[in-house]
């Protein structure tokens, strides 16, 4: 089994700036990519930020403001988030694609949400 640990929401002025984290630990041979969803209320779960082998891919709206990196020894991925806009306010979930062995067989794991509020 493999669980995610997501930290670091909370209440933010406009324009200002926090920091996610998200610790995978368990059975974890490998990872192949790591990624940040949101959900904002009454709105489906969007993709934010992708990060695998080195290789970043954000959503349209964060680019520029947001930046995902991963820290391999801890198995943790990051979510710097910059220029903090109301309309980023959600909850924030973490998911993880791992390899459990050595096969090519790809698990899915979510973390179980933080909540991001950007609010004056």
């Known amino acids: 089994q493999v669980q995610l640990v997501e930290s670091g929401g909370g209440l933010v002025q406009p324009g200002g700036s926090l920091v996610l984290s998200c610790a995978a630990s368990?059975?974890?041979?490998?990872?192949?990519?790591m990624a940040w969803y949101r959900q904002a209320l009454g709105k489906q779960r969007e993709l934010v930020a992708t990060?695998?082998?080195?290789?970043?891919n954000y959503k349209d709206s964060v680019e520029g403001r947001f930046t995902i990196s991963i820290d391999n020894a801890k198995n943790t991925v990051y979510l710097q988030m910059n220029s903090l806009k109301p309309e980023d306010t959600a909850a924030y979930f973490c998911?993880?694609?791992?390899?459990?062995?050595?096969?090519?067989?790809?698990?899915?794991?979510w973390g179980q949400g933080t909540q991001v509020t950007v609010s004056s």
């Open positions: 998911n993880a694609m791992v390899y459990i062995s050595r096969s090519n067989i790809r698990y899915s794991y």
């Open positions: 368990g059975s974890i041979f490998s990872i192949h990519s």
């Open positions: 990060i695998s082998g080195g290789t970043t």
